[in-house]
């Protein structure tokens, strides 16, 4: 009786010599390759946000001129030349934006004959504060009444200020990335994403408000404002 065939044999060759054996193959010049990165990479996501404090560089005045009479057309004709009268100072006095709004009339069937009011709303707003504080004194001694004074920030000065604030932010990520590495043991690699965001406008400050015809100019030292933004980063940290 003859003897059975022997069956193959599958020999596990280790990684490492099919590797070395593939290696002394090659011959030629050498090939760059890409690393894949490791798998003990960690990934980090962390934010942080950064504040920039700043005087505001732009006053806005809000007044008004109002006026009562038994004939609505009266009443109209004195408040419409108060208003042209507020526009052409402010026209004279330069660099200021000068916009009229909310223009009401109501009649007052209280007392006998009724009345008519009414009113418009004039807003100034310019660069140098003490300019417009002066030739707000003025309209008010011509007849028209303070409502509000608010300091706020122009765009252009808002936009620097933000930049500021992402700048702020960036490095605060840094510093959190730096120190999660350290307390892990390990270090930073690269940044795979990063995203800002301004976290809004800032509020407009009211300054406190003047009584209707102050004998003189209203006082409205500015304070200063907050600019924030945020940033968030995704981190690879490696051993």
Avoid at 29 to 48: C, K
Avoid at 144 to 156: I, N, R, V, Y
Avoid at 226 to 234: E, K, N
Wanted: hydrophobic share 45%; glycine share 6%.
């Amino acid at each position: 009786m003859r003897p059975l065939p022997t069956p193959p044999r599958t020999i596990a060759v280790p990684a490492l010599a099919i590797l070395t054996a593939a290696s002394c193959a090659v011959t030629g010049p050498a090939r760059a390759q890409a690393v894949p990165a490791p798998a003990s990479a960690t990934e980090l996501t962390l934010s942080a946000t950064g504040t920039v404090h700043a005087p505001p560089d732009r006053l806005t005045a809000t007044l008004f001129a109002e006026a009562t009479a038994p004939a609505v057309s009266t009443a109209q004709a004195r408040v419409n030349a108060l208003i042209r009268q507020a526009t052409d100072a402010a026209g004279a006095a330069g660099g200021l934006v000068v916009v009229t709004d909310s223009y009401s009339v109501q009649r007052d069937d209280t007392p006998r004959p009724p009345q008519w009011t009414a009113r418009q709303s004039l807003r100034l707003t310019g660069g140098d504060g003490a300019k417009l504080l002066d030739l707000v004194g003025r309209l008010q001694a011509r007849g028209l009444a303070l409502s509000g004074l608010d300091w706020s920030l122009s765009p252009d000065r808002r936009t620097a200020l933000v930049q500021q604030a992402e700048a702020e932010a960036l490095k605060a990520v840094r510093q959190r990335a730096a120190s999660a590495a350290t307390t892990l043991g390990l270090t930073v690699g690269t940044i795979r994403s990063v995203t800002l965001e301004d976290r809004g406008m800032p509020r407009p400050m009211p300054m406190m408000m003047m009584a209707a015809r102050a004998a003189l100019p209203p006082t409205a030292p500015p304070e200063e404002q907050d600019v924030t933004a945020s940033a968030t980063a995704t981190v690879v940290l490696r051993p």
